[in-house]
């Protein structure tokens, strides 16, 4: 069987989902929200596997993993399990694979297939993925299927933040907010998985990955390490090179390929890395050093030595990346955000020494 202990973190949304499958009280539409790559997708597509299974009981959230229904799921090929997803060539989710095209309007796409009686057993799952891309015309479509969904259906939509979606898609579904990995969860994966051999530097990997797993596998087929150590080392210093980590930071980003979406990832894994800096930087000022892990100390401590604006500058500098984070979330252009918020870091440390 397949139970919740096979997919790491996460138990507690897990129990929720069984409980309310125990008690015939499960709701239809779910928002899950959280950082990227950190494993939304991979509880769904568990829901879906344990709902649709043939061999478990109804009032159970288990799957046997054998049977034909898992195994189809599995593939994304059960025809009650509908997935949807942005095309990378395009900004939005299109609304054709919500209501179909032109010639097809409410006769194909996810509102049709969902409204359909189960091809198997008697539930349907649909998986909206991306739902952050999902724009004022693609929401309006699905209003009516996410307000009155058919009996048996169950909608997840996935996005990495509750603001992101429309008021009219938050309102109408049951949000579940979910926590970044620790790290200790992200080496776990790393190794189970056979994508590191080595502990040490699995749990590296899983220190520079923010909580996301998916982040720690973009790292593995990078030279990262030197990015990461630059980084901190520009950081601690007093008046730092712009113009070389601006360079640097670009180039590491400009190297995923001209694709937004693995560009944004990069850019994400520098600011996070820099916010952690900052973060264990204002708990050392606090005289909290049991905040400050082992893989930014050395660094953290070379900033004490000349860091004149106390544990509020160092707050104010975090406060800065987090802002940062949300522009790149918003989409906003790549090449002009990291030499602004990099000359934002250094003139707030600039002006909070001089103050």
Known sequence: MMTWPDIVG?????????????????ASTFLFVGPSGIGKRTVALGLAK???????????LEACGECPGCRQVEAATHPDLILIQKP??????????????????????LCHDISLKPFRGHRKVAII?????????????????LEEPPAGALLILIGTSEHRQLPTIR??????RFAPLTEQQIAELLVKGNLVDDPQKASLLAARAAGSIEAATDLL?????PVWQSLYRHLAEPDFDEVSLIKELTNFVDAAGKDATPRRRRLRLVIGAASSFYYHLMHELLDDPSKTNSTTKSHVQQALGTWQGGAPAAADCLQRCLQC???????????????????????????????
């Open 88 to 109: 990378a060539d395009r900004s939005f989710i299109p609304i054709n694979l919500l209501i179909g095209d032109r010639d097809h309007r409410m006769r194909e796409g």
């Open 129 to 145: 993925d991306d739902a952050d891309y999902l724009n004022q015309e693609g929401a309006n479509c699905l209003l009516k299927t």
């Open 171 to 176: 309102s109408r579904c049951q949000i579940v």
């Open 50 to 60: 344990a709902l649709l299974c043939e061999q478990t009981p109804p009032d159970q």
């Open 325 to 355: 984070l949300g522009f790149v979330d918003a989409n906003a252009n790549l090449s002009t955000l990291i030499p602004g918020w990099i000359d934002d870091l250094a003139q707030s440390t600039l002006r909070n020494r001089q103050g």
């Open 221 to 225: 087929a990078d030279d990262f390490e």
């Open 10 to 26: 996460h138990q507690q949304i897990f129990q929720r989902f069984e409980q309310g499958l125990k008690r015939g009280r499960l």
